[in-house]
Nanobody
């Protein structure tokens, strides 16, 4: 079982990034998939979740700017991040039902 994140990078404030989480050994549509993030010196926080039936929920800090989605054919979950802010800087992790974690991808937003 493996989750591999990609798509992070350095972007200016107001910019966009799309993170991808490609899964192997599991089927992303069977259970909830989530994105978390951890900024330096802070605890890991839940950013967004997509349920088995496609219901999405977001942290208040990203609502209206981030969108979580899923491509069942590619067995991949995405996090579209728009209007990025300096406070979005963190390592972003993909998570499967709170048990399986990816290695993380760094997002850095310069102000």
């Amino acid at each position: 079982v493996q989750l591999v994140e990609s798509g992070g990078g350095l972007v200016q404030a107001g910019g966009t990034l799309r993170l991808s989480c490609e899964a192997s050994g599991i089927i992303v549509s069977i259970n909830a998939m989530s994105w978390y993030r951890q900024a330096p010196g802070k605890s890991r926080e839940l950013v967004a979740t997509i349920s088995r039936i496609g219901t999405t929920t977001y942290a208040d800090s990203v609502k209206g700017r981030f969108t979580i989605s899923r491509d069942n054919a590619k067995n991949t979950v995405y996090l579209q991040m728009n209007d990025l802010k300096a406070e979005d800087t963190a390592v972003y992790y993909c998570n499967y039902i709170g048990v399986i974690w990816g290695q993380g991808t760094q997002v850095t937003v310069s102000s």
